[in-house]
Nanobody, 124 residues
């Protein structure tokens, strides 16, 4: 099992940027692909993107492609979500989640371990 803690959320104006961090502890972090998932009020969880356990491969939802970038630092057990050109529809609680595989999955409910989430609010 991997323990995950997100940070870096906040309030930002449309067009602004935020960088979310996900700190991991527990089992060997580099064995896990990491995904980012968000949930807006009254909506289902939505897959945002994922990064392979080696950090080479990434995949993004169409809604964030070109604006969001995921990176990881396995030496320090960290994953990052850089969010640029934010839009009001990006407002949600953002979660990082671990998947015991090389590349992860785009199905948010298949992730095994989850952080507690961090709130991102984008004002228009």
């Amino acid at each position: 099992q991997v323990q995950l803690i997100e940070s870096g959320g906040g309030l930002v104006q449309a067009g602004g940027s935020l960088r979310l961090s996900c700190a991991a502890s527990g089992r060997t972090f580099s064995n896990y692909a990491i995904g980012w998932v968000r949930q807006a009020p009254g909506k289902e969880r939505e897959f945002v993107g994922r990064i392979s356990r080696g950090g080479i491969n990434t995949f993004y939802a169409d809604s964030v492609k070109g604006r969001f970038t995921i990176s990881r630092d396995n030496a320090n057990n960290m994953v990052y979500l850089q969010m640029n050109n934010l839009k009001p529809e990006d407002t949600a609680i953002y979660y990082c989640a671990a998947h015991n595989s090389g590349y992860g999955t785009s199905r948010s409910y298949d992730y095994n371990d989850w952080g507690q989430g961090t709130q991102v609010t984008v004002s228009s």
